[in-house]
């Protein structure tokens, strides 16, 4: 029974990917006092988008038609990891939040090969600006997800869930504030989004992300939007699991499963709001000031790991 | 009334977590009024705590010395910092000397240090340790943001963000002073911000920047 | 019975590479006789792989004493350490080899050809020596014969001055290292009164403190010489790329295994760990290492030179582990100190596996273009499709991404940094965990440099007419190069096939270590990820839809060249901005004409990046001895009367010394 909602914990990651991207842009365009595209607009592209056809540029070999494929596996792999409404995940295990981000990297590695192989300067453009931020990104990453694990002495998210369950909301520790705000720019800068890139952006000056995916179109383009979807989506569900997880069906239920999906959506909802109030309000950060916004988020992490040791456990 | 108690001692309990994400944020903030609005945050941050002990303490002096905080160093400092900044129109940039990862680094080890200190001598005194070292390093971070911010008018906020620490340490540990000193300190920096006001407006005068690394003439 | 055919086995492997093999192929003189000496090679290392196995896998042991025939004692030994390693050195030797076959015939006229397979082959036989001996004078002998007969093999490529130079560079660190090591062995001596390994294993027990501090550190020092630890590692990158790529990948992927394996025997066998602060100085070395070879890594546009910093890198991340393991022993953690030394054992393993396989994806290239430099290559997947594969899977591996091999042990790596926070030291508690950021780091700084290398050599757009005319490599070329990419991939999703053996030595040289549960869970994790990935992957593939070719946008352009494309130093450009402290780059810039600056005809921008040890650490160091050196030249006056004087003097001097010692 628990493997089965761990499926639909997954299936839900997966299928409602889109959907985050759709309401994180109405609620821009509500700033921007727009009226915006429909909340459903992204199921509607990739349908569109897989009923195309595939144009591949005659320089390709076969890592250009199979990198998109690669990215799209790699992000489905990496919902398995994140519990939603139950603290457990389909491979929760000791150590796994190394593989989450090792999963991602793996996708995004053959994403930035699938650039290049594209042969125009674009595709290198945003390959080698990415390349510049994914690493600098991996660090804080990974401390942060350190620190939160060393806080909970457990080293697995469906541990580290379970500890937060048992403990008060009031009972802020530096480490978690600290360690939530290096992820919280991890994730600007993992998922693409203001102030690191502009996702909604097509301007050489201004692409990384968009730069890197130029040349695909059709099945292809879809899977690698579809992808970058589950890929904010995951993470968001990250950040709700390790930060504030106060909801999720202890026990499997089905009045308990569905009160933790609605507290879920809640939560969700707060984030995107967040976010979407973020990316409005900061202006694109120029390329070599990203440095500098990653090096606060390392810094910021290490601090987290430190204060690990001051805070008692 | 339970409810109150409950708020106010988990608040007493964790503040010091938000001073240390005040004193980060100062450190990287790259304009004046980020920096002024960071300082009012942390003077709130700071009267919440002393209205939270005097309704531990039950004491009644705590209020009217919250009263004061509230007044002078959320509201009108940083009013009358605004306002100079207006009036003096020079670029709104803080000038750092070093980078946001360096100073963010240098806010950790400051951090570190406080507590090492405060653990250091933790056995003899009794007093919250997240506290005491909160205070220590904003008297750190005050000096670190007058030594590495070359202008004017961030001198004078490291002032601030050191007196604060200097307060709030003296809080802690006699559990408020007695009222006279409190307000004769008051006094002081009051006074002593004027002066300097009206100096900053001397040196725009005659050098025309308020770029205090150019200000090379204290020789012998 | 199985002891004896063991016995008969490794004398085979012996008695083929160091006698049979260089005898037949010195004395060759058609091509079919130089194959069969080849096979020979490669059969008896096919025979090593089956001794190194029965003694890893299972529970055989191996002993072969040499010294009747020598005035010093030679003894081989087999346990399981020494297996492991021989297992790495067959395992690899295989494929190179084959690769070799087809490579030195293209390369090399008939003569040197087969001079550089006898070398090769006592090459190998030296390092097998290395990793086998349980004597010190015959560790100390296979040690010295590795250095040589690689230089010779060096020197083998060509005889231009700047190539001796190098060869000197590299044959003066590494008589400096061996030094240290001699020293080392030699400080054992006043207490195991014998330079046997077992007695030395007993002596270590009794060593006083400050001895073992000696030699840890003239250990650390003459073995990081040869693994190639900043800041000893100035040789690497002079002498690796100007090899030919097989003995580099022999150099590279096996050589500097051979110092791991010593510097292991030192610190877990022989000093059985030692104070803290031992495993925080290897932690630092491994950590600088990791980041600057890395670092230096990204600038480069020489494959080869690429590869050869790449190396160093890694070697840091061995180190990283092993400081880890002996922090964890001076704890008293024994089965976090076997996990972390797991980790470094098998990243040891990945490493000889991944960087043999890339060197020999640098050899495919440089037969197919002449050329190495990234600049001048491009497009050459779809030309060379199962070399740009295998070295696709290379690529991975080293950047240490899931399902293959190079992912395991920095998983295992990243764990026992995390396992730190529950030591009781602050200290640990802190640095462990912190490593994770700095391992992080270098992880992700591989996976930009290996974006930027497959992606500049085998993808896009040829660059220069050798890349556009480029074939695929020979069957056998490809073959060893395939081999080698299996097992990556074998490794990758079946790790418990070398983790389960690894966790049982661990337990014979950590006391009290039992099998960490790690090793268990990763192993049942992986093939479910490998099979979620692939099973998504072919999913996906099954969804066909048609496909068209249509030219690369250019943004209104039609047509697009090959200049058009990223470069390697264009790609690498923002992350050397970002790290620019670290490189120190001299700049030249010349418009000509130089007295019409304003309407230049030609501008030429020239960077050279030096790297600052010579200028700083070395040059200060060099110059002192050099000055002492013509110092003690006074004592050389030419005039024979001096030197009988000389020699009086020393009679005296004797016979006052035997006067005033009683």
């Known amino acids: 029974m628990t493997t089965a909602i761990n499926v639909l914990q997954a299936l839900l990651l997966i299928l409602g990917a889109p959907l985050v991207t759709g309401i994180v842009g109405k609620i821009k365009a509500a700033i921007q006092r727009r009226q915006g595209a429909s909340i459903w607009r992204p199921y509607a592209e990739i349908a569109k988008l897989f009923r195309k056809e595939d144009l591949v540029p005659p320089s390709a070999s076969w890592v250009f ?109 530096a480490v978690h504030i600290l360690a939530f705000t290096s992820l919280a720019m991890v994730v600007l800068a993992e998922t693409g989004r203001m102030p690191v890139d502009n996702p909604t952006t097509h301007l050489e000056l201004t692409m990384i992300h968009e730069g890197m995916v130029l040349e695909y179109s059709g099945p292809s383009l879809a899977l690698v939007e579809w992808a970058s979807a589950i890929k904010l989506h995951a993470m968001l569900a990250l950040l709700i699991s390790l930060f504030g997880p106060w909801g999720m069906a202890s026990t499997v239920s089905v009045w308990g499963i569905a009160a933790a999906l609605l507290l879920y959506l809640a939560k969700l909802t707060a984030l995107m709001i967040l976010l979407a109030l973020v990316e409005s309000v900061v202006a694109k950060l120029r390329m070599y000031l990203v440095p500098d916004f990653l090096g606060v988020a390392s810094a910021v992490s290490a601090l987290a790991v430190i204060f690990t040791t001051l805070v008692k456990r | 009334m339970g409810l109150v108690a409950i708020a106010t001692a988990k608040f007493l309990g964790s503040f010091s977590v938000f001073l240390f994400l005040t004193v980060l944020l100062m450190v990287v903030a790259r304009r004046i009024s980020t920096s002024v609005l960071l300082f009012s945050l942390q003077s709130a941050i700071i009267t919440a705590e002393v209205f939270a002990m005097g309704v531990r303490e039950k004491l009644a002096a705590a209020y009217v010395v919250g009263a004061l905080v509230l007044l002078i160093k959320v509201i009108a400092i940083p009013y009358a910092f605004f306002r100079l900044v207006d009036r003096l129109k020079s670029p709104r940039d803080v000038k750092a000397s070093t980078t946001p990862t360096q100073s963010v680094f240098i806010a950790g080890a400051m951090i570190y240090l406080s507590y090492a200190a405060v653990h250091s001598f933790g056995q003899t005194v009794h007093v919250p340790e997240d506290a005491l070292a909160a205070a220590v390093a904003l008297i750190l971070t005050g000096s670190f943001l007058m030594v590495s911010r070359k202008k004017a008018l961030m001198q004078m906020l490291g002032l601030l963000v050191l007196e604060n620490g200097i307060f709030l340490a003296a809080l802690i540990t006699t559990f408020g002073m007695p009222l006279v000193i409190e307000i004769g300190i008051f006094f002081d920096i009051l006074v002593g911000l004027l002066l300097m006001g009206i100096f900053t407006f001397r040196i725009r005068d005659t050098f025309d920047h308020l770029d205090v690394s150019k200000l090379r003439r204290l020789r012998g | 019975m199985q002891v004896v055919s063991i016995q008969v086995a490794f004398g085979f492997l012996l008695a083929s590479l160091g006698l049979l093999a260089p005898l037949v192929l010195i004395a060759s003189r058609t091509k079919r006789v130089r194959a069969f000496a080849i096979a020979l090679i490669v059969g008896s290392n096919v025979v090593g792989c089956f001794v190194a196995g029965l003694c890893f896998w299972g529970e055989s042991k191996l002993a072969l004493s040499f010294s009747r025939f020598t005035p010093f004692p030679f003894a081989l030994a087999l346990d399981k350490l020494s297996a492991f390693f021989l297992l790495l050195i067959c395992a690899v030797t295989v494929p190179v080899a084959l690769f070799a076959a087809a490579y030195f015939d293209r390369h090399y006229d008939g003569q040197r050809c087969k001079w550089a397979w006898a070398f090769s082959s006592l090459f190998l036989l030296s390092m097998i020596v290395v990793v086998t001996a349980s004597t010190g004078f015959a560790f100390l002998v296979g040690w010295e014969l590795m250095t040589l007969v690689s230089a010779g093999l060096i020197l083998m490529e060509g005889d231009s001055s700047e190539r001796r130079h190098n060869v000197f560079v590299y044959l003066l660190m590494m008589h400096a290292g061996a030094a240290a090591v001699v020293a080392s ?478």
Request: positive net charge.
């Open chain 1, 65 to 173: 038609r199979f990198a998109p494929k690669v990215l799209f596996a790699t992000a489905v792999c990496a919902v398995a990891f994140v519990p939603v409404l139950q603290p457990s995940a389909l491979l929760g295990s000791r150590g796994d939040f190394f593989f989450l981000v090792y999963l991602l990297a793996l996708g995004r590695f053959f994403l930035s090969l699938g650039a290049l192989d594209g042969g125009s300067a674009f595709g290198g453009m945003g390959a080698s600006r990415d390349a510049l931020i994914s690493t600098l990104a991996e660090a804080p990453f990974l401390l942060g997800l350190v620190a939160v694990s060393i806080m909970s002495a457990h080293a697995d998210i469906p541990g580290i869930v379970m500890w937060t369950l048992q403990r008060n909301v009031f009972d802020i520790s």
């Open chain 3, 185 to 662: 062995f030699f400080l054992f001596l006043p207490y195991s009164h014998s330079l046997d390994f077992a007695g030395i294993r007993a002596a270590g027990a009794v060593v006083p403190a400050g001895t073992r501090v000696v030699i840890f550190l003239l250990a650390f020092v003459g073995f990081g010489t040869k693994a190639g630890i900043i800041p000893l590692h100035l040789w690497l990158p002079r002498a690796h790329p100007i090899a030919p790529s097989p003995v580099s990948a022999l150099m590279s992927g096996v050589m500097l295994k051979t110092a791991v394996y010593g510097f292991v025997r030192f610190a877990f066998d022989f000093l059985a760990g030692g104070p803290s602060w031992f495993g925080y100085v290897v932690l630092v070395a491994g950590a600088v290492s990791g980041l600057l070879g890395v670092l230096y890594a990204i600038a480069e546009h020489d494959l080869k030179r690429l590869l050869a910093y790449h190396s160093v890198e890694n070697i840091g991340i061995i180190y990283l582990g092993l400081g880890t393991s002996l922090v964890f022993l001076a704890n008293h953690a024994p089965v976090l100190a076997a996990l972390a030394l797991i980790a470094a054992l098998l990243h040891t393993f990945n490493h000889a596996l991944f960087k043999s396989l890339l060197f020999l994806g640098a050899g495919a290239i440089s037969n197919a273009t002449h050329t190495v430099d990234l600049e001048e290559l491009g497009g050459l997947q779809r030309r060379m499709p199962v070399t740009g594969t295998a070295f696709l899977i290379g690529c991975c591996s080293i950047v240490g991404l899931p399902l293959f091999n190079g992912f395991i042990s920095e998983w295992l790596t990243f764990r026992s940094f995390l396992a730190g926070s529950v030591l009781m030291s602050t200290k640990a508690q802190i640095v462990l965990p912190l490593m994770v950021g700095v391992l992080a780091l270098i992880g992700g700084l591989a996976a930009a440099c290996f974006v930027k290398v497959f992606g500049v050599a085998f993808l896009g757009r040829p660059r220069s007419r050798e890349a556009e005319n480029a074939v695929e490599a020979p069957r056998l070329m490809r073959g060893g190069m395939t081999m080698l990419a299996a097992a990556c991939l074998l490794i990758g999703i079946l790790p418990g096939i070398l983790l389960r053996p690894l966790a049982s030595l661990t337990q014979v040289l950590i006391p009290g270590a039992g099998v960490p549960d790690e090793i268990v869970s990763i192993a049942r994790i992986i093939p479910w990820i490998a099979a979620i990935i692939l099973g998504v992957t072919a999913l996906t593939a099954l969804f066909r839809r048609v496909q068209r070719m249509a030219p690369t946008w250019g943004c209104g352009l039609s047509q697009l060249t090959s200049r058009m494309q990223y470069t390697s130093t264009a790609f690498s450009k923002p992350i050397r901005f970002v790290f620019s402290s670290v490189y120190k780059p001299d700049r030249t810039l010349d418009k000509l004409p130089a007295d019409d600056p304003y309407f230049p005809v030609s501008i030429s921008y020239r960077s050279v990046r030096t790297t600052s040890y010579e200028k700083a650490l070395y040059r200060p160091f060099v110059d002192r001895i050099l000055s002492l050196a013509h110092q003690l030249r006074r004592l050389q006056t030419g005039n024979i009367q001096v030197y009988l004087l000389y020699i009086f003097l020393t009679l005296v001097a004797l016979l006052a010394f035997l006067r005033f010692q009683r």
